[in-house]
């Protein structure tokens, strides 16, 4: 039998990741969302600050995470395939439209992030790394993923989503919830957050990853719902997504090939232009966000 877990650490490792989910905290957001008393944040986060992990938000207000916590995250490797093929993709999204992009793999019965744009994005909503998990139930690169994935498997996704504690993966009535979510992504083509849970100042829309008969991943952007109207969603956000999502799927593709000794070439034969110019296949640039 395994010893129980250190209950202190648990509760670090839930600040640490509500500190992740957005650029600055406050103690009282923290005390909201964690439950735990306050002064326990308090003294959780002086831990944190002496082991080089968090800092004081500029003028006092709130904590943030430093950039140390890219260290925490070396680690993960999710996705490969999907990460080197649509990273120049979603680079390219966040310098044209401006807005951070996130690509997601399935994880346990949620989606991890596997390629994130947010520290190329001067209009960021939030701050989130790689590896940060998000529910298929509630949140916008989840449902994508769920809505379009293989009956078969969509049913191993719900047995897992039904055996979670935590109330986004398994809300009241589940099969209806998600039967009413999936029937509005399908109908939409693409995925927004569950309007009902934080941050409610922004929102983030998805789409699939398809690889043959099977969805590799999800590509999501991010924005504040104030800058953004529904015609702007329809009508640029979701044309590129679903433009950026055919060629990350035709990269795939072609890293295939190269792997299986058909085609000679290592890279995309076709990088997302900048000012005329072929951008440069940067693997690595956002390693880490």
Request: net charge positive; hydrophobic share 40%.
């Amino acid at each position: 039998m395994s010893d129980p877990p250190v209950q202190s650490v648990l509760r670090a490792l839930s600040i640490l990741k509500e500190l992740n989910r957005q650029q600055n905290t406050t103690v009282d957001q923290l005390h909201r969302r964690t439950n735990l008393p306050k002064p326990t944040i308090m003294r959780l986060l002086g831990t944190l600050a002496a082991a080089g992990l968090v800092t004081k938000a500029e003028r006092g207000l709130g904590y943030q995470v430093t950039s140390d916590v890219v260290s925490l995250s070396a680690g993960f490797h999710g996705g490969p395939l999907v990460a080197e093929a649509g990273r120049p993709w979603a680079v390219d999204l966040t310098r044209r439209l401006r807005w951070p992009a996130a690509i997601t793999v399935p994880a346990h019965g949620r989606v991890a992030v596997s390629v994130s744009t947010v520290a190329d994005s001067a209009v960021s909503p939030f701050h989130a790394t790689v590896g940060v998990s998000f529910s298929m139930v509630t949140r916008a690169v989840g449902r994508a993923y769920l809505a379009f994935c293989p009956d078969s498997e969509r049913r191993i996704l719900m047995r897992m989503l039904a055996a979670s504690s935590d109330p986004e993966d398994n809300p009241p009535n589940l099969v209806r919830v998600v039967q009413a979510m999936i029937t509005t992504v399908r109908r939409q083509g693409y995925a927004e957050r569950d309007p009902a849970v934080e941050p409610r100042s922004s929102n983030t829309v998805a789409v699939p990853i398809r690889l043959g008969d099977t969805i590799a991943g999800t590509i999501g952007l991010s924005y504040f719902r104030s800058a953004v109207s529904h015609g702007m969603l329809v009508g640029e956000l979701v044309p590129a997504l679903h433009k950026a999502s055919q060629e990350i799927t035709s990269s795939m593709e072609r890293l295939q090939r190269a792997r299986d000794g058909q085609v000679t070439a290592t890279a995309p034969a076709c990088l997302p232009q900048r000012d005329g110019i072929p951008a440069q296949h940067s693997a690595g640039r956002n390693a880490g966000i």
